[in-house]
């Protein structure tokens, strides 16, 4: 469940934490499997690159670029241009070509950890590398990087002539070390030594609200959301939690296996999802009604709530558990399964349809709140929970009038 609206691009000077590789998209589905068969996963003779037509046109191709072509071509580049490019043919948003660095820094974005100081950064057009937040809890915000810092040096290696992932790579060799860093603050320089280690990326967020309105926002569903999802509620309920708000809005989805464990702790007993491909094979996730979930629950959704997120606001609004606010979900009711070859590299593929607990494919048309609740404008321009945020207030206000709670 993941990407939406576009095909997957690389954004050139702009990574979430220490990141290599492109910038990482979610993957779907949970499934993760190796293509370890003969070939290409045991392809027929009557694929399109057996077509003798399309292997001389290639050939042409290449005798083009070897007679024309300014610069040095790089054999491998190429390759994995073409590779790229068939995938591209499919001329599906949610398909995608990883090489062996793609893939290994996706694995870990889905995995909800990378190695780094727990920083975000940018870089200008000019060079210039900023940092823009340092995360809770990271080893660069307790050795004192701010936001705001320029970056200048790693290590004392002046970093404004490299490019990001030339940064990250320098940064991530002192795994289990500490890096010196060169900022600039106020137009002084200074260093400041960070440790280099595992950070765990935060997916899920809570607070309690007024009237004992617990509130939980989850942004992703990673790895590591359940794991967070549970820490956040064993709080929430030891400060008397009576009812509960839970935040879809802009989710993109995540992974199917961590949203049915997270829905797993709220719906009875019963279907959670299926999913369906193209051979009529049918597969369930099922919730097993051994956790005890007694509170009014609200759920905000909006218009970039998509996949997990739908998968979760539709088995909410299909056993009537809770009550959806906000506005009608993105509509993505596909799953892509993620299978790795054996040099490293992958292919993300649409594999299958996936259906609420009532039997509703969602795909293109999203699903609509049983409370319609627009944004204000105000909110939209606020970072932080307010009371301009005019679809919480309405959730706020749906669950004070539930006479259980």
Same mark, same amino acid.
């Given at each position: 469940m993941d990407d939406f609206k576009k095909k997957?691009?690389?954004?050139?000077? *702009?990574?979430?934490? *220490?990141?290599?590789?492109?910038?990482?998209?979610?993957?779907?589905?949970?499934?993760?499997?190796?293509?370890?068969a003969t070939g290409f996963f045991g392809l027929?003779?009557?694929?399109?690159? +057996?077509?003798?037509?399309?292997?001389?046109?290639?050939? =042409?191709?290449?005798?083009?670029?070897?007679?024309?072509?300014?610069?040095?071509?790089?054999?491998?580049?190429?390759?994995?241009?073409?590779?790229?490019?068939?995938?591209?043919?499919?001329?599906?948003?949610? +398909?995608?070509?990883?090489?062996?660095?793609?893939?290994?820094?996706?694995?870990?974005?889905?995995?909800? +950890?990378?190695?780094?100081?727990?920083?975000?950064?940018?870089? +200008?057009?000019?060079?210039?590398?900023?940092?823009?937040?340092? &995360?809770?809890?990271?080893?660069?915000?307790?050795?004192?990087? #701010?936001?705001?810092?320029?970056?200048?040096?790693?290590?004392?290696?002046?970093?404004?002539?490299?490019?990001?992932? %030339?940064?990250?790579?320098?940064?991530?060799?002192?795994?289990?070390?500490?890096?010196?860093?060169?900022?600039?603050?106020?137009?002084?320089? #200074?260093?400041?030594?960070?440790?280099?280690?595992?950070?765990? /990326?935060? &997916?899920?967020?809570?607070?309690?609200?007024? !009237?004992?309105?617990?509130?939980?926002?989850?942004?992703?569903?990673? !790895?590591?959301?359940?794991? %967070?999802?549970?820490?956040?509620?064993?709080?929430?309920?030891? %400060?008397?939690?009576?009812?509960?708000?839970? !935040?879809?809005?802009?989710?993109?989805?995540? /992974?199917?296996?961590?949203?049915?464990?997270?829905?797993?702790?709220?719906?009875?007993?019963?279907?959670?999802?299926?999913?369906?491909?193209?051979?009529?094979?049918?597969?369930?996730?099922?919730?097993?009604?051994?956790?005890?979930?007694?509170?009014?629950?609200?759920? /905000?959704?909006?218009?970039?709530?998509?996949?997990?997120?739908?998968? *979760?606001?539709?088995?909410?609004?299909? &056993?009537?558990?809770? =009550?959806?606010?906000?506005? =009608?979900?993105?509509?993505?009711?596909?799953?892509?399964?993620?299978?790795?070859?054996?040099?490293?590299?992958?292919?993300?593929?649409?594999?299958?349809?996936?259906?609420?607990?009532?039997?509703?494919?969602?795909?293109?048309?999203?699903?609509?709140?049983?409370?319609?609740?627009?944004?204000?404008?105000?909110?939209?321009?606020?970072?932080?929970?307010?009371?301009?945020?005019?679809?919480? %207030?309405?959730a706020i206000e749906i669950l004070l009038a539930?006479?259980?709670?």
């Amino acid at each position: 469940m993941d990407d939406f609206k576009k095909k997957p691009q690389q954004r050139k000077g *702009f990574w979430r934490g *220490f990141l290599t590789g492109a910038v990482v998209i979610a993957l779907a589905g949970g499934l993760f499997s190796q293509a370890r068969a003969t070939g290409f996963f045991g392809l027929t003779e009557t694929n399109v690159l +057996s077509d003798p037509r399309h292997q001389e046109k290639l050939k =042409t191709l290449e005798g083009m670029i070897d007679k024309y072509y300014l610069e040095e071509k790089e054999e491998e580049e190429l390759a994995e241009g073409i590779y790229t490019g068939l995938i591209y043919g499919l001329d599906d948003p949610y +398909s995608r070509y990883y090489t062996a660095e793609e893939f290994e820094e996706a694995m870990k974005e889905t995995q909800g +950890s990378y190695v780094g100081i727990g920083a975000l950064m940018s870089q +200008s057009k000019d060079g210039v590398v900023t940092i823009n937040e340092c &995360y809770e809890g990271s080893t660069a915000k307790e050795a004192g990087v #701010q936001a705001g810092d320029l970056l200048l040096k790693v290590d004392g290696q002046d970093v404004q002539e490299m490019e990001l992932t %030339q940064i990250v790579a320098l940064i991530r060799e002192k795994e289990d070390q500490t890096v010196l860093l060169t900022i600039e603050r106020d137009g002084k320089e #200074q260093e400041i030594p960070v440790p280099v280690s595992e950070v765990e /990326l935060t &997916y899920v967020t809570g607070e309690m609200l007024q !009237d004992q309105t617990g509130y939980v926002k989850i942004t992703e569903f990673a !790895d590591v959301s359940y794991k %967070q999802y549970e820490k956040v509620m064993e709080t929430l309920k030891e %400060q008397g939690m009576k009812r509960l708000i839970i !935040d879809l809005r802009d989710n993109p989805g995540g /992974l199917m296996t961590s949203v049915c464990d997270i829905l797993n702790e709220i719906l009875p007993k019963g279907l959670i999802v299926y999913t369906e491909d193209k051979y009529g094979n049918r597969e369930e996730e099922w919730a097993d009604g051994e956790n005890s979930f007694d509170y009014p629950l609200a759920v /905000l959704v909006n218009e970039n709530s998509a996949s997990a997120s739908e998968i *979760f606001a539709g088995a909410v609004k299909d &056993y009537q558990v809770g =009550t959806l606010v906000g506005t =009608t979900t993105y509509g993505k009711g596909i799953v892509q399964e993620t299978r790795q070859l054996e040099d490293g590299s992958a292919i993300k593929l649409t594999t299958a349809k996936y259906y609420t607990p009532n039997g509703n494919n969602i795909h293109e048309v999203g699903i609509q709140p049983d409370v319609v609740s627009e944004l204000s404008e105000e909110a939209r321009e606020q970072a932080e929970l307010t009371k301009e945020d005019t679809q919480l %207030q309405k959730a706020i206000e749906i669950l004070l009038a539930d006479p259980k709670g």
